[in-house]
């Protein structure tokens, strides 16, 4: 009896031995998942303003509370590249934050509900996406001020995860939609700029700066009007940052066999971004040089606002 009785506390031993091995194996496994380790990402927006992106980024923090404080600075600063963008726009700032059992409640202030419906899909997409990579985070849930955010039809939205988000790949956005643009070409004796209004379907995964540019090298429609670039230009890039749009076209740009004057050129790009889209200044780049005198008299090397002394008057 005596016996069975050393035997079973042996027993419970080695089971007790087993548990707290088992045990110490699963914190291993789960601090080896410090917050901020194993490769994080930051999801900013392309410059067009229609999907994701994300970069790479090294936390340097290892509590929950200052990786999540650390990634939110992070988002809502300008990415060094020029393809991108921070999703948060002026006038849209987080209040506060709490974390409360793997629940994290973001308060944003009132500039939240001022967002178009892309900006805010994009916004909400990419805070989830970035702060759910965090151990400690299961799901989040998103205020303005104090009231939940709700649907268009007043519902709460609650809980969120990156499971929610992984329709918006920038598919979602991408749809054609009518656009009326109003462009400038080169009158007849090309030494002026006369506006155009053309009416265009386009896919609204390409930025309104993008279309101008290549419907300017399209050409106009209109009799009376001539081209301001050549039709063999490439286009290279186009992007905005600070209001400044950044065209960069390849040399076919230098080679203009158009009969205009090169301020004309210049100018029918500038005044048609500038009039159609949301910059107040254009930088022309070639092959992305700036330091250029386009054909011998004009300089590139400055961003260019808007001329309107170059636009014919109406009845000449």
Known sequence: MGQNRVCYRFFLLCLASLVLFLAGCSMGKEAGKEPGKGGMFVYYM??????LVKADYTMKNATEEKVIQDLLNVMRKEPE???NKSVFPAGVSIRDWVLTDK?????????YHRLKPEEEVLLRAAV????????????????????PLTDSQG???????????????????????????KLYFANENGDKLKPEEVSVRYNSNMSIERLIVDQLIKGPSGNGLGPVIPPETKVIGVSVKDTVCYVNLDDGFLNNTCAV???????????????GGASSQVQISVNGETNIQYMGSMD?????????????????
């Open 81 to 83: 590249s020029i393809d």
């Open 300 to 316: 590139l090397s400055k961003p260019l606002s808007r001329d309107q002394n170059i636009v014919e008057e109406s009845g000449q």
């Open 46 to 51: 392309n410059m067009e303003g229609t999907t």
């Open 155 to 181: 519902n709460a939205i609650g809980y969120m995860g990156p499971e929610d988000f992984l329709q918006y790949k920038g598919s979602s956005l991408h749809q054609y939609q009518p656009k009326k643009l």
């Open 261 to 275: 004057d090169p301020v004309v050129t210049v100018y029918a790009i500038v005044n048609s971004i500038v009039d």
């Open 128 to 147: 989830v996406l970035t702060l759910s990579q965090i151990k400690g985070i299961e799901y989040i849930d998103f205020f303005i001020e104090e009231e």
């Open 103 to 111: 629940i994290l409640d973001i308060h944003f202030n009132g500039g």
